[in-house]
DNA sequence: TATTGTTATACTCTATAACTATA
DNA sequence: TATAGTTATAGAGTATAACAATA
């Protein structure tokens, strides 16, 4: 199979579509295992990590607006937070404007907490990216740029 | 910040690590929702899914080989088999050479039910890679076209 | 006696419902 | 009376332990 004269156009989009899906499953299963380990370790359910990473990037709000976003009861909220609360991860203050809410945010704590989980994930891509041969490392990095400048892409920011 | 006299090394390692992982946790993000929706609505539990997937791509094999390879323990499995069974999405045989042991593999169903629920995830990224520009699609493709020589990247084959 | 799979029991997490306190 | 959050209860799903059948 050689190149002729359509150089750009080898791949279609049901080609493309398989791709990504074997790379991304490829890192997928490669890339959680140190992550589950320390969720693990650190005895936190789904759910509570779920409130963290949210938590992480939010002003402190309300516990229905959590379990809105995340898809969970308020009860599952409640309890997922108070067992967060009593492990010092998160801190939950009466709302000054209406005494029946509570606004939830990270403590310092839960803010390293989340961090260090991010950076095992991190970490795993990172290994898969060290392990690339130059011109694999060069030809990924030119065709994710342009997808970083798409307003719905979040640049996920470093540790520093 | 501007390139000065190295022009192709505008991304680290580190650079490269966060586009993936903020390319990826937007796939992941975007494209998983009819997915779990369909699981929801099968009334599967997640280590049925896992069963299910498990055995499209391996001969009939025992449900203490299953519970290793999903990290779950023997009576998990036992119990999930039970409900993939009567819901007719596995068949059990009893081993010939050892009677104690039971041979899983899919039934036609069942194989239609693990292809199906890959119908759907590889649809929200077809969805994705439908919505690029010309020019987002060819980088990408070019980006990924290395990564799938690799022998550790299975290649995810297409419905037909 | 060891091993494969099933059944028994206890635990975790969840959702719905009942409750408490504000509004 | 309605709403934010908590506590009560019941239902999945899991793991460890006890069991049955076979090796």
Redesign the pocket.
Known sequence: MQATAAPAKASTNDDLTLSLASVMRHLLVTTGRDFFQEVERL??????IKTLQLMSDREPD????V?EDL?????????????LHKRGLVK?VE?S????????SLTAKGRRTVESLVALRVAGLRQFVDGLEPHERDALADGLAPLLQRPEITPLRGSR
Chains 1, 2 share one sequence.
């Open positions: 005895g936190l359910s789904l759910s509570q309300t516990l229905g607006a379990a898809g969970l009861s308020l009860p599952a909220v409640s309890r997922a937070v108070e067992g939950r709302c404007s209406d005494r029946r809410a509570k606004r939830v």
